[in-house]
Each structure stands twice: as C-alpha cells, then as structure tokens.
C-alpha cells in the first residue's frame, strides 16, 4: 500500500482482490484481521546476578534495545532501586532513600532521556547499600515512538541481591587451651 499511513494502536482488516496478468479478478480473500503496536524496548541490569551476595556496588549497569528495524538505542532508560528490608526507595532528586510517599509515587530514576544509547550504567555519590539489607533493581526502556517496557517481561528480570560487607568472625574451639597430654 504505497502512500497509505498505518497508525499504531488501531485495529485494521484488510482482504485482498487477485488479479491476474490477463486482467481477470479472482475471488476476494477472507477478511484478515489485526492490531498494529510497535515493539516494546527491552532492557536488562547486566552487572549484577539475582540472589547472590555483593560486598558493595559502585555501579548498576545495563544494556537496552529498541526495534531493531527502525533505531536500535533505547532514547530513554529508567531504573528503580528498592531497599527490601525497609520498602525505601532510591530518589534521584534527594539524593536519598525514601518512602514512595515521598517521592509523589514515583519510584523510578531517569537514567537516560533524549540520549538513544544501547549501554547504560547508573551511580550516585550518596547511594550507600547497607549491610544484610537486600536491594531490588528494575529497569524499564521507552521506545522512540513513545512504548514503554514492561519490567519483568522477559528479557527483562527484576535483580535481587543481598549487601554483606561484614568480615566473618571465627575461632579454634578444638583444641581447647587446656594442655591435655594424648
């Protein structure tokens, strides 16, 4: 269909007439029936692995991709860092952990915007993880035709990892200190 615009989030049916090189018309197709949505963007925390213990973490890194076909980079990445052991979260703008009262609902940092990037990465001077608290990373991308990422949609798997950066202890129990002649 040259010149003919196909606008995303409409449904369309379409059929089709046949004709052949003679000029003769065949029957018309069944009616075919469908939705036109652009693909989503899909984005990953890559640096760090689900369930298992960091002694700390400098950095939170990423990659995204966006329709393939059209522009690759992801113009937009947001990520979200919650602190379990509290249900605080990570905001941007206070450079601080807070309720997500305190945030006005919004829990999301703005990694990128308007910078189409396939590689992300996220750090703050004041974010400190806590020892024996465990943290929850989401990231979620924003296409350039404006469709946003489900997170938790496959690629995309919400990250939870433990923080212990406390040395373990120990001692010798056997033998005793006692001086005992075997």
């Known amino acids: 269909f040259s010149g003919f615009f196909w606008e995303s989030y409409k449904n369309y049916e379409v059929r089709a007439l046949p ?3 003679a000029g003769n018309a065949g029957d018309w197709s069944a009616v075919a029936s469908f939705r036109l949505e652009p693909p989503t963007p899909k984005t990953v925390v ?7 213990s960091y002694q700390s973490l400098s950095v939170i890194a990423g990659t995204s991709t966006d329709d393939p076909g059209d522009n690759p980079d992801t113009p937009r990445v947001d990520l979200m860092i919650k602190r379990n052991t509290d249900g605080y979260f990570w905001s941007q703008s206070s450079g601080a952990w ?4 305190e945030v006005g609902g919004s829990t999301w940092v703005i990694i ?4 189409a990037t396939n590689n992300w990465n ?3 001077a004041s974010l400190i993880y806590v020892t024996g608290s465990s943290y929850t990373f989401t990231s979620k991308g924003q296409s350039d035709q404006g469709v946003w990422e489900t997170p938790g949609t496959a690629p995309n798997v919400i990250v939870t990892v433990w923080i212990d950066s406390t040395p373990p202890t120990g001692e010798i129990t056997l033998p005793s200190n006692a001086f005992t002649n075997y």
């Open 98 to 101: 807070v309720t997500p009262a």
């Open 112 to 115: 990128n915007e308007g910078i």
């Open 122 to 124: 996220y750090s703050h």
């Open 19 to 21: 004709y052949d090189k």
């Open 46 to 52: 890559n640096n760090v692995s689900g369930g298992i």
